[in-house]
C-alpha cells in the first residue's frame, strides 16, 4: 500500500524584531508537542518558515498559541496533500483567512 505525502509550509512574517523571541516561544511548544512530525526551520530577514513532512498533521495549537502571545506577527500555514492544496492566516491566535487550492496573490 503506497503512503500518501502530506506537506505544509509556516510561515510567520510582521515585527522582525520579534521572530528571535518568537521562534524561542514556537521550539518550547513544538518539544512539548508529543504529535508534532518532523520539521526542517528556513529563516530570513523577511520572515521565519517551518517545513513539515506531515503524517499526523500541522500542529495548529503550537502556532496558534505563538500567535496570541506575539499579536503583531502573521502566521499562515499552507498544506498540500494528494494535489489537495489549501491554507489559513492567524493573527492573534484567530483565524482571519482561508483559502482552498492555490492561494492568489495580491
Do not use: C, N
Not at 510567520?12 to 518568537?22: C, I, K, L, N, P
Not at 492544496?85 to 492567524?90: D, L, S
Amino acid at each position: 500500500i503506497g503512503r500518501t505525502m502530506a506537506t505544509a509550509i509556516v510561515r510567520v512574517t510582521g515585527d522582525a524584531g520579534r521572530f528571535a523571541e518568537f521562534q524561542e516561544r514556537v521550539r518550547w511548544l513544538l518539544v512539548r508537542d508529543p504529535d508534532v512530525d518532523p520539521y526542517t526551520e528556513h529563516h530570513g530577514p523577511e520572515g521565519l518558515e517551518y517545513r513539515f513532512a506531515l503524517e499526523k498533521g500541522i500542529p495548529f495549537p503550537s502556532f496558534v498559541t505563538a500567535s496570541m502571545e506575539f499579536p503583531e506577527l502573521r502566521v499562515e500555514a499552507e498544506w498540500d496533500k494528494d494535489d489537495a492544496k489549501g491554507g489559513v492566516a492567524i493573527e492573534q491566535g484567530r483565524m482571519v483567512e482561508k483559502w482552498t487550492g492555490d492561494r492568489e496573490k495580491k
